[in-house]
Nanobody
Framework: QVQLVESGGGLVQAGGSLRLSCAVS????????MGWFRQAPGKERDFVAA????????YYEDAVKGRFTISRDNDQNTVNLQMNSLKPEDTAVYHC???????????????????WGKGTLVIVSS
């Protein structure tokens, strides 16, 4: 069973930056597509970003394009999310996710993750 453990969350002022990391164990990391999702209070869990198994292809939710960057290190079995220019509406619990492959629709991420970590809390103050 693949285990995902997130870290790096915290409290930051609007306009600031945070870097989230996800440590992956229990599986062959290079065979996993990886992603980040977030769940704001009282809302459903939403897609944020995804990265292919090789790291060559990335996908982003429109609201974070140009501000967030997903990356992976297949030697360290980690996936990261660099978040810049943070806004109060980015406040949420951020979950790392893994899956066998990314399914796209019209060039956008659609599905593919089947395992999620417990999450790390990000609070952006105004």
């Amino acid at each position: 069973q693949v285990q995902l453990v997130e870290s790096g969350g915290g409290l930051v002022q609007a306009g600031g930056s945070l870097r989230l990391s996800c440590a992956v164990s229990g599986g062959t990391f290079s065979s996993l597509s990886m992603g980040w999702f977030r769940q704001a209070p009282g809302k459903e869990r939403d897609f944020v970003a995804a990265i292919s198994r090789s790291g060559n292809i990335t996908y982003y939710e429109d609201a974070v394009k140009g501000r967030f960057t997903i990356s992976r290190d297949n030697d360290q079995n980690t996936v990261n999310l660099q978040m810049n220019s943070l806004k109060p509406e980015d406040t949420a619990v951020y979950h790392c996710a893994s899956g066998p492959r990314i399914v796209t629709m019209s060039g956008h991420y659609y599905d593919g993750m089947d395992n999620w970590g417990k999450g790390t809390l990000v609070i952006v103050s105004s």
